[in-house]
T-cell receptor, first 114, second 109 residues
Framework: DVKVTQSSRYLVKRTGEKVFLECVQD?????MFWYRQDPGLGLRLIYF???????EKGDIPEGYSVSREKKERFSLILESASTNQTSMYLC?????????????FGPGTRLTVL | DAKTTQPPSMDCAEGRAANLPCNHS???????VYWYRQIHSQGPQYIIH???NNETNEMASLIITEDRKSSTLILPHATLRDTAVYYC??????????FGQGTTLQVKP
């Protein structure tokens, strides 16, 4: 059974802290994505990666960075967390580019920044 | 990337067909239409996708207009467990999914 896992379901951090959100997929997928989801705004793409050490900005990259050192792992980093980064964060992966195959999502991490 | 437009909410009686519309008038020729749904506190779940032809699987049917500017997701016999937010998405060549606001479907007994 395919699986995308995220390191935490719930996380509480303080303003200014450095936060790491980890995502691991066991499907040998090339493409991985980080979204955030907020009420009334839907899912918005933060960053994505189509290969190891490669990354592309999504629609709202400000305040975030990412790391893809291994194919199965895609990390989202909040260098200095702020209250407006309180959100649900969803990781996803898909095999290849231009493919019609489905994108698999993790269960999400609900981050609260105090 | 193409955008999608969906009604914010819909109701459906249990056991009846739920027809969820989506407009994607700026879709390009090689972009797929995907449908996902999200039940509260869970990650989005894949339902179905298509390019030009109508598609059917065990969960739903997807009807795409000939000009590909709109589509309809059909849940043939809605149950209470189908209550969720349904997202119509156009998938770009890079594989990224652009989510719209989605339609909140409320299935009522």
């Amino acid at each position: 059974d395919v699986k995308v896992t995220q390191s935490s379901r719930y996380l509480v951090k303080r303003t200014g802290e450095k936060v790491f959100l980890e995502c691991v997929q066991d499907m040998d997928h090339e493409n991985m994505f980080w979204y955030r989801q907020d009420p009334g705004l839907g899912l918005r793409l933060i960053y994505f990666s189509y290969d190891v050490k490669m990354k592309e900005k999504g629609d709202i990259p400000e305040g975030y960075s990412v790391s893809r050192e291994k194919k199965e792992r895609f990390s989202l980093i909040l260098e200095s967390a702020s209250t407006n980064q309180t959100s649900m964060y969803l990781c996803a992966s898909i095999q290849g580019s231009g493919s019609s195959r489905e994108q698999f999502f993790g269960p999400g991490t609900r981050l609260t920044v105090l | 990337d193409a955008k999608t437009t969906q009604p914010p909410s819909m109701d459906c009686a249990e056991g009846r067909a739920a027809n969820l519309p989506c407009n994607h008038s700026t879709i390009s020729g090689n972009e797929y239409v995907y449908w996902y749904r999200q039940i509260h506190s869970q990650g989005p779940q894949y339902i179905i996708h298509g390019l030009k032809n109508n598609e059917t699987n065990e969960m739903a049917s997807l009807i795409i207009t000939e000009d590909r500017k709109s589509s309809t997701l059909i849940l043939p016999h809605a149950t209470l467990r189908d209550t969720a937010v349904y997202y119509c998405i156009v998938k770009s060549n890079t594989g990224k999914l652009i989510f719209g606001q989605g339609t909140t479907l409320q299935v009522k007994p």
